[in-house]
């Protein structure tokens, strides 16, 4: 990994100062990520007071990804001569900003446009910050023990995030939380500001260098890889609580429990993740793959016991933890020198994962319900396993220490 990697050296080179300036952005992701998911639990209380349908309603949880999806390729273009800490501020200006409008949106079209500036936020810190933690980690660390820290708060949002807003909201209402949010956001800014050091341009952002990166085999494997696992725990895990309720038989609160434990097993794979990454990222990513085509695949199979579902759902949790860390480190100790293209690209892929899942998962269910979901999902997760088992022994990895440097 090249020297130009790492920050320039000054005060804030301190291990603890630069521990702090992860868990600063690690904080900032939760509320993000917790702020873009608010509308999930309540659908219908916004379709209830704005007059609008369910399926409108909706489209405040749509609209944020594929705008996401754009700003994590722009904001590494746009911004290819700027400061990362000021994009960062920017993207969580954005956030601050997105959060006013819905608080304040008198009518569903204004609601939509604080939403698009969410989704703006949620892309381009994600394709910034991916790329910027590992510079801004202790010297020495390996990336992907960096990343579980980092990735604790897009997982404590996954897990607590939408609960906690959707109690927020009905304690205060839905347009106070969006304010309350905004707050946060603005004093997330504040801890940025001041645990940050400033992080210089490791090389200009151009668009068509996306195209390139993927013209080398290493990241390509990896990046097909990506795409096959995670569409198929997309696929699958909107359609768990029916396939619990319908196949097997669960309760409303034997539901809510499994759906919990899921959850806790997300945050323990986080860190396992992290241990499996700073090992050998492709063997840990080959045991996440087969870990989640095993748990989705048998769910049909062991339906008629209870023990065996919440096991394998415990299961599939802990191997979702590991997925992103994993995929993350991938493109780092793939590609070191290119880490910002690959985590915009990764960035792109897991907007088009989400809504690919969602549209195709949708169809399935209602033609031929959620058996075959099941299948297609254990299918695409055996196929991203296959390929890197294929490819593994030819794949080279860098050191994949934060801050290194080779001379």
């Given at each position: 990994m090249?020297?130009?990697l790492a ?6 080179c ?6 702090t300036?992860?868990i600063a952005?690690?904080?900032t992701?939760f509320i993000?990520?917790t702020s ?8 219908n209380?916004?379709?209830a007071d704005?007059r609008?349908s369910?399926g ?13 999806a754009l700003?994590a ?7 290819r001569r700027?400061?990362r800490r000021?994009?960062i501020?920017?993207?969580?200006l ?5 959060n ?11 609601l939509l446009?604080?939403?698009?500036f969410q989704?703006?936020?949620?892309g381009?810190f994600?394709?910034?910050a ?11 660390v ?8 980092y ?9 607590l ?6 109690w927020?909201?009905?304690a205060i ?28 341009v490791?090389?200009?952002f151009?668009l068509?260098d996306?195209g390139l990166?993927?013209?080398s085999?290493?990241p390509?494997?990896?990046f097909?890889?990506?795409l096959l696992v ?5 696929l699958?895990?909107?359609y ?5 309720q319908?196949?097997a038989?669960f ?5 809510a429990t499994?759906l919990l434990?899921f959850g806790?097993?997300g945050?323990?794979?986080?860190w396992?993740?992290?241990?499996l990454g700073?090992?050998?990222?492709r063997?840990?990513f080959?045991a996440?793959?087969?870990a ?24 599939w ?6 997925f992103?860390m ?8 793939t590609?070191?020198?290119k880490?910002e ?9 897991f ?12 169809w399935?269910?209602d033609h ?6 099941l299948m297609?999902s254990?299918g ?6 296959l ?5 593994a022994s030819?794949?080279p990895?860098?050191a994949?220490?934060a801050n290194?440097?080779?001379?």
């Amino acid at each position: 990994m090249s020297e130009s990697l790492a920050i320039p050296c000054n005060d804030e080179c301190r291990p603890t100062a630069r521990w702090t300036a992860v868990i600063a952005m690690s904080v900032t992701a939760f509320i993000l990520v917790t702020s873009e998911f608010l509308p999930v639990g309540i659908l219908n209380v916004l379709s209830a007071d704005l007059r609008i349908s369910a399926g409108d309603a909706g489209a405040t949880i749509v609209l944020p990804g594929i705008s996401a999806a754009l700003a994590a390729v722009l904001a590494p273009y746009l911004g290819r001569r700027a400061d990362r800490r000021d994009l960062i501020l920017l993207a969580v200006l954005a956030g601050v900003l997105g959060n006013l409008i819905s608080a304040a949106a008198p009518t569903y079209a204004l609601l939509l446009i604080g939403r698009l500036f969410q989704g703006i936020a949620v892309g381009g810190f994600w394709s910034i910050a991916l790329a910027v933690v590992p510079r801004v980690a202790p010297k020495g660390v390996h990336i992907a023990k960096v990343m579980s820290v980092y990735m604790l708060g897009v997982t404590a949002a996954t897990v607590l995030g939408v609960p906690l807003a959707t109690w927020l909201t009905g304690a205060i209402g839905w347009r106070a939380a969006f304010a309350v949010i905004s707050l946060v956001c603005v004093l997330a800014m504040l801890a940025l500001l001041r645990f940050m050091p400033r992080i210089p341009v490791i090389d200009h952002f151009r668009l068509r260098d996306m195209g390139l990166l993927l013209s080398s085999m290493p990241p390509r494997v990896g990046f097909a890889a990506i795409l096959l696992v995670g569409t198929g725990h997309f696929l699958s895990y909107a359609y768990l609580a029916p396939f619990l309720q319908q196949a097997a038989h669960f309760g409303v609160d034997l539901i809510a429990t499994t759906l919990l434990i899921f959850g806790i097993g997300g945050v323990v794979g986080t860190w396992i993740g992290g241990h499996l990454g700073s090992r050998d990222v492709r063997y840990g990513f080959l045991a996440t793959a087969v870990a989640l085509m095993l748990s989705i695949g048998l769910l049909k199979v062991f339906a008629e016991s209870t023990i065996a579902i919440v096991v394998l759902v415990s299961v599939w949790g802990v191997a979702w933890g590991c997925f992103p860390m994993l995929a993350n480190t991938w493109m780092f100790v793939t590609a070191p020198d290119k880490a910002e293209r690959g985590i915009s690209a990764l960035v792109v892929a897991f907007q088009i994962m989400i809504g690919g899942s969602a549209l195709l998962g949708g169809w399935l269910v209602d033609h031929r319900g959620i058996d075959p979901v099941l299948m297609l999902s254990a299918g695409a997760a055996f196929l991203g396993a296959l390929l890197v088992l294929t490819y593994a022994s030819r794949i080279p990895l860098h050191a994949g220490v934060a801050n290194a440097a080779t001379h």
